[in-house]
């Protein structure tokens, strides 16, 4: 049994305030929630980048936002000026998307180059870069291939998803990532991780980061079970899934 703690889940927060219609209120709220709990950052619309990094310097949350999103489909060159610009405006990790169509269209060098010029722009910094490899659209061989690219790119994170696609994060897929690039990247999952039995089920199967819109509901719950001694990892057999993908299969 491995216990761990609230503040653990939090430091695998990246707080996700994407959804298209949210309000300068509603980005000013969920940063100064972030702040609050103490998550690892803020994953804001790259136009709410100023009013993030206004509410949160000086906090222990950085500021990320997303390049190229949510299709991965924008020349490099715009990718680069994208992910330099936010770096300028304070970002402290980017969240870009693969080009998935290059992908699938066995385009592979293209791929590759395309992740390592914005890598570049951002170690420079020393910015971190997660890639989004959209798994929805993709079959095992092919995620293989992406976490492949990416470690060759240089990135710092594969992640599942935009949480724009058909489906997002499941267990199966990160540990597909998880066994396929090395140590010292790192894995995040996004769309689908809703309850603190799925961000339980992330950091079980080796993931350190994932995408969170419920951060307050999951954080209380986690300092009540802290409280009580029963904060810990589950067990992980063939049949574990996020609570969203049983939800999902049982109404069907």
């Known amino acids: ?14 707080h996700s ?5 949210f309000t300068l209120d509603e980005i000013k709220r969920g ?10 950052t803020v ?3 790259p136009c709410d980048v100023p009013v993030a990094m206004e509410i949160l310097t000086d906090s222990d949350v950085k500021v990320t936002t997303v390049i190229g999103f949510p299709h991965g489909t924008n020349m490099t060159e ?8 936010a770096i300028e405006q304070g970002c402290g990790e980017i969240d870009m998307v693969m080009n998935i169509g290059m992908l699938l269209s066995g385009e592979y060098e293209y791929v590759k180059e395309d992740i390592a010029a914005v890598v570049i722009v951002a170690h420079e910094k020393n910015v971190l870069v997660k890639v989004i490899l959209e798994n929805a659209y993709l079959n095992d061989d092919q995620i293989k291939k992406a976490c492949e690219i990416c470690s060759q790119a240089g990135a710092d994170f594969t992640k599942t998803s935009t949480g724009y696609a058909p489906s997002g ?9 998880r066994a396929n690039t090395p140590s010292k990247m790192q894995v995040k999952a996004a769309g689908g991780v809703r ?4 961000a339980l089920l992330v950091r079980a199967v080796g993931g350190t980061r994932f995408g969170c819109t419920r951060t307050k509901e999951m954080l209380e719950e986690a300092k009540e079970r802290e409280a009580a001694g029963i904060l810990v990892l ?15 299969t049982t109404k069907k």
């Open 1 to 14: 049994m491995i216990k761990v703690s609230e503040r653990d889940i939090a430091k695998m927060i990246d």
């Open 17 to 21: 305030l994407l959804n298209p219609t």
């Open 31 to 40: 940063c100064k929630l972030a702040k609050e709990y103490h998550c690892a």
């Open 43 to 45: 994953c804001v619309r």
């Open 78 to 85: 715009t990718k680069v000026f994208e992910a330099r610009f």
């Open 169 to 177: 994060a499941t267990i199966h897929d990160l540990k597909i990532m």
């Open 195 to 198: 309850k603190l039995d799925d």
């Open 234 to 248: 589950p067990e992980i057999d063939e049949t574990s899934e996020f609570a969203s993908v049983l939800e999902a």
